[in-house]
């Protein structure tokens, strides 16, 4: 049976296993030899990433032509609107290709959310506000481009779900062998 590991990746960690120099990687804290990342996180965002040791779910997971569904908190700056979340529920004209449609709803800060080092940068006499987006595609920074383009920056991201499998209550740099049920869920 294939191997899957799920892994909360913590700010400032890069998805390889090979040393870069400058930021930890993978290696730092999955000690496990012949498993791959099935997709990718930005050095500064935070949460759920999937390894595998099976090349065709490695595919599988990361390709957008499956379509498996990936759902993210992102910290805005601002207070969000409803004219903003419509934008996003319908697709974001990025420059270079539009968005497909998103799921987008305002949310108060998620529960059991983990203290964030670096913190943020705060403003004093701006608010900050919570989105949890679900898309079925993702390009390169696609979520913190979207926010951006309707007018709220993204502070803080952290992809919480991938298809079934949730980070559950895994704390950065922490990780676990997925359930048979999930594995089952994945295919």
Not at 109 to 137: D, F, G, H, M, Q
């Amino acid at each position: 049976m294939s191997r899957i590991v799920v892994f909360n990746k913590p700010y400032g960690v890069i998805c390889q296993f090979s040393p870069d120099g400058k930021h930890p990687t993978l290696k730092d804290f999955i000690p496990i030899p012949g498993i791959y990342p099935a997709g990718r996180l930005d050095t500064d965002s935070e949460g759920l990433l999937i390894l595998t040791d099976d090349g065709a779910l490695q595919h599988r997971l990361a390709h957008p032509i499956h379509k498996l569904p990936k759902t993210y908190w992102a910290q805005v700056e601002g207070a969000v609107d409803g004219i903003a979340l419509q934008a996003l529920q319908s697709g974001v004209n990025l420059g270079d290709f539009i968005t497909l449609p998103a799921q987008a709803r305002a949310i108060t800060e998620p529960a059991n959310l983990w203290v964030r080092l670096p913190p943020i940068r705060e403003r004093k006499n701006i608010p900050t506000s919570w989105i949890e987006l679900v898309l079925k595609e993702g390009k390169n920074r696609q979520v913190r481009r979207m926010t951006a383009k309707v007018g709220y920056p993204t502070l803080r991201l952290i992809r919480c779900q991938i298809g079934s499998i949730t980070l559950e209550k895994l704390m950065p740099g922490e990780y676990r062998e997925a359930t048979v049920a999930e594995f089952a869920a994945l295919n």
